[in-house]
């Protein structure tokens, strides 16, 4: 029907950003076809670490024209509104960026096994693919034509966030160690193992909670008041489902489980424990 001809052409075209980043248009070059290929993790990191160095550099030199150590003249006499707001935009590349690589590399050191190109998370999934985009053309939109409308203090709350939710993730995956894998595992394997201790003594989902609050932190640090709240919503609704799915299948595959939840929390807000899929939450 012509009504849906534009959703159509989005969903088409966000496909194919998610065909690009998954490298679906390899086939026939080995080091690029299969996520375990060199070719693929090799471009993948040369492409975010660049990204990241660029952006770290104009965010060091935004700091200085603001802070008055070096010439306004140096991005063309901006406003003050527009420096804050360039200044944000390359603190969240920097962030994103730094994510991504950290996904990857520990991973790589602490559960090499498991580690492939899929690692960095770049093609996570076309609802992460599509918040990301919409959050920028939020951004755009903002800087364009609202540039006043913006808050340093909710740009300091959401740094707050978005460091203590790579903190308790990246702690989660270390403790985890090759028990940790980005995907539910539904058999038991011989190296996995139920992990009780360090951050795992008080949260049992402390990955989870890390990106739950490193993903809203990201928006608060551009200071996006829709993508804030669609971010939380989407990212809780997630989560909401999918720790039902992994209580369940961990409470068959370890006996214990059932105690072990009951004495930790989830630590994602209004989720208490969930130990089977089809919504039953106390």
């Not at 609802?127 to 609202?146: G, I, K």
């Not at 989870?208 to 609050?213: A, E, H, I, Q, R």
């Not at 640090?221 to 909401?240: H, I, Q």
């Not at 999918?242 to 209004?270: C, M, N, Q, V, W």
């Amino acid at each position: 029907m012509p009504h849906f001809r534009p959703l159509t052409s989005l969903g088409n075209r966000l496909t194919s950003v998610q065909s690009i980043l998954a490298f679906e248009r390899w086939k026939g070059y080995p080091q690029f076809e299969n996520d375990r290929g060199f070719g693929r993790v090799a471009l993948v990191a040369c492409l975010l670490a660049s990204t990241l160095g660029v952006h770290a550099v104009l965010c060091f030199q935004l700091a200085l024209v603001r802070s008055g150590l070096l010439s306004r003249q140096t991005f063309g006499d901006w406003p003050d509104e527009t420096l804050q707001l360039a200044m944000q935009w390359t603190v969240y590349v920097v962030v994103l960026c730094a994510f991504h690589l950290g996904e990857f590399f520990t991973t790589a050191v602490f559960n090499p096994s498991v580690t492939s190109a899929d690692s960095f998370m770049v093609n996570h999934s076309k609802a992460y693919t599509a918040a990301a985009l919409v959050s920028m053309v939020e951004f755009c939109v903002r800087m364009t034509f609202f540039p006043d409308r913006n808050s340093p203090q909710i740009f300091c709350l959401g740094m707050a966030f978005v460091a203590g939710g790579q903190a308790c993730r990246s702690w989660a995956m270390v403790t985890c160690g090759e028990s940790f894998n980005h995907y539910i595992q539904r058999d038991k394997k011989e190296n996995h193992v139920l992990v009780t201790h360090g951050i795992y003594g008080v949260l049992r989902h402390p990955s989870y909670v890390g990106f739950y609050y490193w993903a809203v932190g990201t928006q608060l640090v551009l200071c996006n008041p829709v993508s804030a709240v669609l971010y939380g919503l989407a990212a809780w609704t997630f989560f909401r489902y999918r720790i039902a799915y992994e209580e369940e299948t961990l409470s068959k595959l370890f006996p214990e489980y059932e105690d072990y939840a009951a004495r930790t929390y989830i630590g994602i807000p209004f989720l208490r424990r969930v130990l089977s899929s089809d919504d039953k939450v106390q």
